[in-house]
């Protein structure tokens, strides 16, 4: 079965850090596209942070300097290490699994898991 489960999120003070995982399961995840998205209440999901294949990021400007995403292709595990947080960064946390198998694409997202950065 193809999944992919997040973990590690919660309650954190502004300032605070956290860092999200996301295991997959059931696919090639070396060839894979990881993506992080997030969507707070009322607002349109949005792209964090993304990590090819080949290990290239990239952040949104919003957590530029104060995200890190990494992937462990040994573990088939992604993460987000977020540091810094501030109340903004509430969301819902999703990950994305995106890859190409001759010449058809798969997508794949997991449950999410919920961030709430509050004092």
């Known amino acids: 079965q193809v999944q992919l489960v997040e973990s590690g999120g919660g309650l954190v003070q502004p300032g605070g850090s956290l860092r999200l995982s996301c295991a997959a399961s059931?696919?090639?995840?070396?060839?894979?596209?990881i993506n992080w998205y997030r969507q707070a209440p009322g607002k349109q999901r949005e792209l964090v942070a993304g990590?090819?294949?080949?290990?290239?990021?990239n952040y949104d400007d919003s957590v530029k300097g104060r995200f890190t995403i990494s992937r462990d292709n040994a573990e088939n595990t992604a993460y987000l290490q977020m540091n810094s947080l501030k109340p903004e960064d509430t969301a819902v946390y999703s990950c994305?699994?995106?890859?190409?198998?001759?010449?058809?694409?798969?997508?794949?997202w997991g449950q999410g898991t919920q961030v709430t950065v509050s004092s």
């Open positions: 994305n699994a995106r890859r190409t198998l001759m010449g058809r694409v798969y997508s794949t």
């Open positions: 059931g696919m090639i995840f070396s060839i894979s596209t």
């Open positions: 990590i090819t294949s080949g290990g290239s990021t």
